[in-house]
């Protein structure tokens, strides 16, 4: 195999030599087709981008404090709570047979020590027997309210007054200390909660304006603005937290996720060329047929399009995309 590529290499260099040559020719000879247009005017953003989700600005997620199988649900979606106001019952059975079982003891006690008091005053009784059943007396009730405390620790309550937005777990259904049965919080105001990039972060402000898009409202632009940020970040993930403060009058729902741009510079009427003309702080213009290097500053830079604060006339034809190697005085045509 090696022998036939050896034996070809003489034909290859020549191809190759043909079209470096035809190439150079065409340069020398002939005129580079490109795209060209004038600066536009228009509205220039610039903007980061985060997702978000839609939050009550208070809410409670609510879980067991003790693990127990449900037995009785007093609250759904929608409806109005107070704090300390019951939302689930767990199975209390056992918990209720243990505090009978206990205040059995401590009756048969009391009425032990009740007995033995005629008996302590007339020397028939010790005190030491005295004082073990007073002892006895004060462990059972002790226990009594441990019990009474635990069978409490199944009745799940609001923290809060609000409104029931979501509820989880049927009757029937084991229900675990990690399990949200309930999530309770006030239906206005909402807020988006953002995790902004760190190396942006710096540039998020308190009150700046930001755009939401959400699948639910695909044909809307919906606007808020920056209430907090968080001045820990995430080392993990390498984010910080962003807070955006809705209107009352948002249409999103708490739990929708939604694409957000974090306004940080506008201009209403900007001179715009494309995002490929500028290389290193220069454009090229079409100028008597040929390609003329101009310096530019550059203001607010978008994903397509980027402002031009100055260096370029209204009328002047931008190369849209210059192709490597374009120098000033190269012979060009518009396409």
Known sequence: MIHRLLSRLPLILVLVVLAAGGAWAWRAN???????????????????????????EKWARIAPVTPGRISEIFAVEGDAVKAGQPLIRLDDREASARIAELEAKAAYWKEEIARS????????????????????????????????????????????????????????????????????????????????????????????KVLIKADAFAERILEAKVDRITPKGDPINKTFRVRVVLPDDTPLLVGMTTEINIITKESPDAQLIPATAPIDGKVFVVENGTAQSRPVTIGIRGRTMVEVLNGLAADQLVITAPPTGL?????????
């Open 30 to 56: 002939g005129t580079i087709e490109l795209a060209a247009a004038p600066p536009r005017r228009g509205p220039a953003v610039e903007a980061i981008y985060a997702t978000g989700t839609v939050e009550a």
């Open 117 to 208: 008091a005629p008996l302590l005053a007339a020397g028939y009784r010790s005190k030491e027997a005295d004082q073990k059943a007073r002892s006895e007396y004060n462990q059972v009730v002790a226990a009594i309210n441990a019990a009474r405390q635990r069978r409490t620790d199944l009745i799940v309550v609001s923290p809060m007054d609000g409104v029931v937005l979501r509820r989880d777990g049927e009757v029937g259904e084991l229900a675990e200390v990690k399990d949200a049965l309930f999530w309770v919080g006030a239906p206005r105001p909402l807020r988006l909660t953002a995790e902004v990039d760190e190396e942006d972060i710096a540039r998020v402000r308190v009150g700046q």
């Open 327 to 335: 120098k000033t005085g190269d012979r060009v045509r518009v396409k």
